[in-house]
């Protein structure tokens, strides 16, 4: 499943999640930052738990659950948080850092937040506008 729907794709299965999830699918939403694990850029969601996409072959995540920044679709609270508080500032971290705060639930607390942003690294910000959003959202 992609984003709610079934998807099927003929596609080589070492190559990378993120690479068919734009090149194929043409899901722009996911970016690419390090192509090393290491900056969270390429977050997404694969049976609700926030994964490195540049780091997972394609056949990893057959029969599962994966979930874009596009299958919020725009109106997950998290998305406007991000907006109305200044969450988002050049744009590249941004889908990884809302889909990451996605696995981290409703509610959290500033060290859960914390906690479950670790891996997404923004250039731009010192952080407190990404942890207001998430604790502003609704």
Known sequence: MLNGRRTRLDVHPMKRLLDVLREE????????????????ACT?????RPV???LVPVAHVAGARVMTIEGLRGRHPLQRAF??????????????????????????????IRTGLAGNLCRCTGYEAIYRSVMRAR
Not at 25 to 40: A, M, R, S, V, Y
Not at 84 to 94: N, P
Not at 98 to 103: C, G, S, T
Request: proline share 4%.
């Open 25 to 40: 699918c043409g899901l722009t939403g996911t970016k690419e930052g390090c192509g090393e694990g290491e900056c969270g």
């Open 44 to 48: 997404l969601l694969v049976d609700n």
């Open 52 to 54: 490195n996409s540049c």
């Open 83 to 112: 907006v109305e508080h200044g969450g988002a500032q050049c744009g590249i971290c941004t889908p990884g850092m809302i889909m990451a705060a996605v696995a981290v639930g409703r509610k959290p607390a500033l060290d859960q």
